[in-house]
Each structure stands twice: as structure tokens, then as C-alpha cells.
């Protein structure tokens, strides 16, 4: 059965931390993997990883793939309030129609 | 205004009750998906469409029914709602098959608001 794990299941910094984020997978025929920051409501679509070692970076956020070790972390530095939120990580496998498999995702709060 | 939308934004109702959580978008895709969130258990796939003919059940699909009635409108129905079924309910979307880790590819989907729905 596929299945995705993500660690911790929460997190408390304080501004200016830096925090990671791990995400590890099982699946078959992997294709792809996604992360996604759930503030409010709607999960909103962080970046996509298909290729192992290739960094992707957004502002001070940044995500890489490991497929040998079947995992992604995602580094957000000199982290704000306005991180606060739930970071999901899901897998896409070219088994499954390119459905998401979502983990659990962790709660990060980061006091003033 | 948002791509995709989602009908109500709150809903309370009784067991036994059947209710309709309706989602809408403006963003031409094809493939529309109806997920739960639950505490602790992430998003989990009710059913999905990949285009108007075509219905697909997810991982928790007993207890749901969906209708795909267009391109841009797809409804996830309770038949007899019951307590269990409390929860936050998410419609998405994705796009047709591109480059991988492009913007129109498949694998990346767009949330509408959620609906919270609480069965008494």
C-alpha cells in the first residue's frame, strides 16, 4: 500500500529559526513529489520534485527530493509568524492515475 | 475572484439528512478531485474526475456519491449523512498532462476554500 510520512507531526520555533521539514514515502512507480502549506483552509501548491539532488528554492524557502532514500525535505530559513501553518507533503505514482497520496502533514508555529 | 470555489463555506445538518457540497471553477481543467481532512490524518481522496464521462471512486468513497454535471461543476453528495462523515471537505483541480513540475502539469493541484461540514 503506498503511504507517506511525515515528521515531526508538529513544530514550535521562534522567528528567525531555521526549520526542516521531512517527508518520506512508499510507493510505486514513483513520479513526483509535492509539497503544499495549508494556512487557513486550501492547501496552496508549494513546489513539485521529480528529480533526485536538484534543489528548489522559493524566497526562504527551499525543498529536495532524495530517491535513494526515498524522502524530501523542505527548509524554510530565518522562518516568520506568517509561516505558521500545516505543510503537507504528497506523492504522486505513475501506478495511480496521478492521484496525490497525502501525508499527515506537520503543524509548524513560529512565535514572535 | 477565486478559480475554484466551493458551495457552502459551513454546514451543519442531522444525522440521516441528505446534504450536497457543490464546487465550481474558472480554471478549464479537466480533472476535479473531492477530499476529506480529518485531525492527524491528512487529505484523503473521496472521488475524482478526470473529465465529465468519466467518475472514479478514491480510497473512502462508501457513504459518498458524486456528480460531474460539467466541465467546470462537480458535486460530492451525502446520501444519509452521519456523524463520522464531520469533517473539512476540499474540492481541486489540475490540468491537462504537461512537462512535469510545470504549471499545467497533472500532478499539481488547486484547492478551493473547503467546506466544514459537522453531522449531528
Known amino acids: 500500500e503506498d503511504k507517506v510520512v511525515q515528521s515531526p507531526l508538529s513544530l514550535v520555533v521562534h522567528e528567525g529559526d531555521t526549520v526542516t521539514l521531512n517527508c518520506s514515502y512508499e510507493v510505486t512507480n514513483f513520479r513526483s513529489l509535492l509539497w503544499y502549506k495549508q494556512e487557513k483552509k486550501a492547501p496552496t501548491f508549494l513546489f513539485m520534485l521529480t528529480s533526485s539532488g536538484i534543489e528548489k528554492k522559493s524566497g526562504r524557502l527551499s525543498s529536495i527530493l532524495d530517491k535513494k532514500e526515498l524522502s524530501s525535505i523542505l527548509n524554510i530559513t530565518a522562518t516568520q509568524t506568517g509561516d505558521s501553518a500545516i505543510y503537507l507533503c504528497a506523492v504522486v505514482s505513475m501506478d495511480s492515475s496521478y492521484k496525490l497520496i497525502f501525508g499527515s502533514g506537520t503543524r509548524l508555529l513560529v512565535r514572535p | 475572484d477565486a478559480d475554484v470555489t466551493q458551495t457552502p463555506r459551513n454546514r451543519i445538518t442531522k444525522t440521516g439528512k441528505r446534504i450536497m457540497l457543490e464546487c465550481s471553477q474558472t480554471?478549464?481543467?479537466?480533472?476535479m478531485y473531492w477530499y476529506r481532512q480529518d485531525p492527524g490524518l491528512g487529505l484523503r481522496l473521496i472521488y475524482y474526475s478526470f473529465d465529465v464521462k468519466d467518475i472514479n471512486k478514491g480510497e473512502i468513497s462508501d457513504g459518498y456519491s458524486v456528480s460531474r454535471q460539467a466541465q467546470a461543476k462537480f458535486s460530492l453528495s451525502l446520501e444519509s449523512a452521519i456523524p463520522n462523515q464531520t469533517a473539512l471537505y476540499f474540492c481541486a483541480t489540475s490540468g491537462p498532462l504537461g512537462e512535469a513540475g510545470g504549471p499545467g502539469s497533472q500532478e499539481t493541484q488547486y484547492f478551493g476554500p473547503g467546506t466544514r461540514l459537522l453531522v449531528l
Open positions: 480554471k478549464g481543467h479537466d480533472r
